[in-house]
């Protein structure tokens, strides 16, 4: 750990994102059964990826369908602002962020651990556009990510189905009820991001032993 | 960095409940989780443990026995953990289901650090082994479609009665089946023709239709056959035509049930003792291996089983000394038929062999001699004729060594019990388990008494015995491994009798002949050693736990030499069973080994 440290150090800041986009994403040919995923939650002090900011990150990757805990992460990120009214949703509070870590450490590690994963997230959209943005202010310029939307995909299963779907019925605990997953607590990056790995894997057996990477990202735009 | 959903869920399972929050929190680091759909067949990767948080799973052996249900808080893999051992069994996913996986070092880890948590693995491991004989006991019934078989005997009802008798005669057979255009309409008997037609003095010529019972009781082919027994108490009624989804299929007679109970020992051993020649008594023993199927069938355990199978062996020994005695005359003393090895200790299996002896009121000479030397050979070969082989060590009364007075037979052990050798005892441990068969059993129990006042103060005796005990040990390897051996022409496996029972019963012989107890079976050897507090209550059980294991699976390798035809044998191999009684085998096995090293501890000891 202390040398990867060390060896961050010394790379500028510009190249942890060069080596993260020199990383090959697997091909959309692949098995979904063999595909690394990064299931990931941000908790946001607002909507508007230009003002707003990230709170908390939280990770666990996918692989081989199996969901690895020993690799989970949850980090609190030590904002700039106040978190203000946007801590009735996440819980956080400014004095537990101002132990936080930094948002460049955090995303280094995120981009040095996890190049060539393919990222998750429920609403996978606002995810994307924070941390590209993050990336941006951090290390000045941005990489491109990889993303699937696990609730694109459960938009698109209902359709399928031919059902109705209200929006309401989109939401990560109703998506989690009616996988009769266990249903989450309370609004916490890594509890999403795990649920969102739950979700995940429900999807990928109902889709079939046969789908593939580009099937997911079909289904997730 | 923990997900509260994980370690919330370990807090509540036991045996993890015990765990603080820091604890659960190490130990969810080292999960995976995993999704399975329902129908889905889960390939158990060794060397995890699996703990189901939601769902339900079937786990099979593999001869596709429905083990147990699986669900919600339940684990699975840890008998590959503990023993080191794949087995074969399927884990099929009946509901959605959300697996945790933890690896095997953390799972050791874990149990290495809380012994309640390890405890609880054991415990749960001999229980699923319980579970496993649970699951196999079962009311076994007869079906009516079990001893019937497709044979109609008809006639029409346009047809003479002389026709029916002659038709009857000739099928051999007490009814008939009376049939239109494929449709039963009646049926007329034997006891028919005599009351409704001879009783009557109506002709020869009478249409079977005139005196057929029409519309009679029938039973359904899949019917249980008491409920045929229970239709035929009820009408007075001995022929129940048998019908299969409205077509006639056969006919049933209260004959027909009275023969499929004549296999029960009870049957048969009043048979044998009806006899009046050793052919019929060969007749009778030939029914053995049918027997032995029924009972196995009926789920009776192997060591009632065995006590039935000697019951016969004493019947036939009996009814041979009295066909002796019909053509030898009296004997000219008082005898005792004596009985060595498995017969003495009630737990004969279908390929023992002979093991007899005769203790006489005085040493025998002159015509006393020749008279016990014929009737000696005269029982032996008979019981050879009924399937029980001679005995290849000649330890049989036709041997003149093994035909003693009471004086005789006492010098005999007191020599053995004085100044043993641990080759005499080797051949000689086998006496030492004997039972009166026939003849006086106050000569026999003045015998037995001196037996058990010498050895019960001779700890030298019980050194060597024990010695001699301990000379073979059970076929586990350094890894808890199976050590399999070759039997002449048989492929490689485990020695059910040399390398398992034999042990067991070497073992309470000792114990038994040093508490001075005269039950000479094993298993009421043990019980009563653990009565008078000679060895651990719970050892005792144990043993008698291994000791029915491998007695069990000796009587289901033997039926199965059986029904296939083969020679019966004692060597299993181990790949022939399920997984779960590998498990059970190597526990049984590891038992044997624990009862020895305390029987060396204690007789072997100070000397």
């Known amino acids: 750990m202390i040398f990867n440290w060390l060896l961050r150090k010394r790379t500028t800041l510009s190249e942890i994102v060069t080596r993260f986009s020199r990383t090959a994403f697997p091909a959309s040919s692949t098995p979904v059964q063999q595909t690394d995923f990064l299931a990931l939650d941000l908790e946001l002090t607002g909507l508007n990826p230009r003002k707003d900011h990230i709170v908390s990150i939280g990770w666990v990757p ?29 819980g956080l509070h400014d004095h537990q962020l101002a132990n936080g870590k930094e948002l460049s450490q955090v995303l280094t590690e995120l981009l040095t651990d996890y190049a060539g994963f393919v990222f998750v997230a429920h609403h996978s959209q606002l995810d994307e556009q924070f941390l590209r943005i993050a990336c941006e202010r951090c290390f000045g310029k941005a990489p491109r990510f990889k993303f699937i939307d696990t609730m694109k995909m459960e938009w698109q299963r209902l359709l399928r189905q031919g059902k109705v779907v209200k929006h309401d019925a989109l939401k990560l605990p109703s998506c989690l009820k009616r996988h009769n997953l266990p249903e989450m607590t309370n609004h916490h990056a890594l509890e999403d991001a795990y649920s969102c790995a739950l979700l995940l894997l429900s999807q990928l057996k109902l889709g079939g032993n046969k789908m593939t990477l580009s099937d997911l990202y079909l289904l997730s735009r | 960095m923990e997900v509260a959903d994980v370690t919330q869920f370990l807090a509540q399972t036991t045996p993890f409940d015990q765990l603080n929050s820091m604890e659960l929190a190490q130990l969810s680091a080292h999960i995976k989780v995993c999704y399975c759909q329902a129908r889905e067949k889960v390939s158990v990767q060794p060397e995890r443990l699996m703990i189901i948080r939601t769902g339900i799973f079937s786990l099979y052996s593999d001869q596709q026995q429905l083990l147990t249900k699986l669900q919600s808080g339940d684990f699975y893999g840890y008998q590959q953990l503990l023993t080191g051992l794949t087995d074969n069994d399927t884990l099929v996913c009946d509901e959605d289901a959300l697996l945790y996986y933890l690896n095997a070092e953390a799972f050791h880890r874990c149990r290495y650090q809380y012994k309640n948590i390890d405890i609880f693995f054991q415990r749960l491991f001999s229980r699923r082994l319980h579970q496993y004989q649970e699951r196999q006991q079962g009311r076994f019934t007869l079906k009516i479609s079990d001893i019937v078989q497709q044979r109609k005997v008809t006639i029409r009802p346009e047809q003479t009665v002389q026709d029916a008798a002659r038709q009857m005669s000739d ?29 009557h003095a109506l002709t ?59 296999d029960h020992p009870v049957y048969l051993i009043g048979e044998i003792h009806r006899q009046a020649s050793i052919d019929g008594l060969e007749r009778c023993s030939q029914q053995l291996p049918a027997l032995a199927i029924t009972l196995h069938k009926q789920q009776v355990p192997a ?90 060590g000649n330890i049989m009364a036709t041997n003149p060594e093994l035909r003693l007075s009471l004086k005789g037979w006492s010098g005999r052990f007191a020599r053995w019990i004085a100044t043993p050798t641990p080759e005499a005892l080797l051949k000689a441990s086998i006496f030492f388990d004997l039972r009166v068969i026939d003849g006086s059993k106050g000569l026999f129990n003045a015998l037995q008494q001196d037996i058990l006042q010498r050895t019960s103060e001779a700890p030298l005796f019980l050194y060597h015995l024990a010695q001699a005990a301990l000379q073979r040990t059970a076929p586990l390897g350094l890894f808890k491994n199976f050590i399999l051996e070759q039997d002449g022409k048989h492929k490689k496996g485990l020695d059910l009798k040399k390398r398992g029972i034999s042990l067991l019963t070497d073992l309470a012989r000792v114990y038994a002949l040093s508490a001075g107890i005269n039950d000479v079976n094993t298993r009421r050897r043990l019980q009563q050693l653990a009565t008078q507090g000679v060895i651990d209550s719970k050892d005792s059980q144990n043993i008698i736990d291994a000791f029915d294991l491998l007695a069990q699976l000796r009587w289901e390798k033997h039926l199965q030499d059986l029904q296939q035809g083969h020679d019966v044998t004692n060597l299993l191999d181990p790949m022939d069973v399920s997984g779960l009684a590998r498990h059970q085998l190597k526990d049984g096995f590891a038992v044997i080994n624990e009862a020895q090293s305390r029987l060396k501890h204690r007789f072997c000891r100070d000397m």
């Open chain 2, 171 to 199: 099928s051999r057979v007490s009814s008939l089946l009376v049939e239109e255009q494929d449709k039963l309409v009646g049926i007329v008997t034997d006891r028919d023709l005599r009351h409704r037609v001879l009783a």
């Open chain 1, 62 to 90: 996918v692989k081989a369908e199996e969901i690895v805990l020993s690799e989970a992460r949850h980090y609190l990120i030590c904002s700039p602002v106040s978190v203000g009214q946007s801590a009735v949703y996440h």
């Open chain 2, 204 to 262: 020869a010529s009478t249409q079977v239709g005139q005196i057929m019972t029409r519309q009679p009781h029938v039973i359904d082919r899949h019917a249980f056959l008491y409920e045929a027994v229970q239709q035929m108490s009820q009408y007075n009624i001995h022929h129940l035509p048998v019908m299969e989804q409205g077509v006639c299929y056969g006919m049933l007679s209260a004959t027909d049930i009275m023969r499929s109970q004549q």
């Open chain 2, 303 to 392: 060591h009632e089983a065995g006590h039935v199978i000697t019951t016969i062996t004493d019947a036939l020994t009996q009814r041979l000394i009295y066909l002796a005695q019909q053509q030898l005359g009296e004997a000219p003393c008082v005898f005792s038929w004596l009985a060595f090895g498995s017969q003495a200790r009630m737990d004969q299996s279908l390929n023992a062999d002979q093991d007899n002896a005769l203790l006489l009121e005085k040493e025998p000479s002159g015509a006393v001699a020749d008279y016990f030397c014929a009737l000696a050979d005269f029982v032996c070969q008979g019981l050879a004729r009924c399937g029980i082989p001679l005995c290849p």
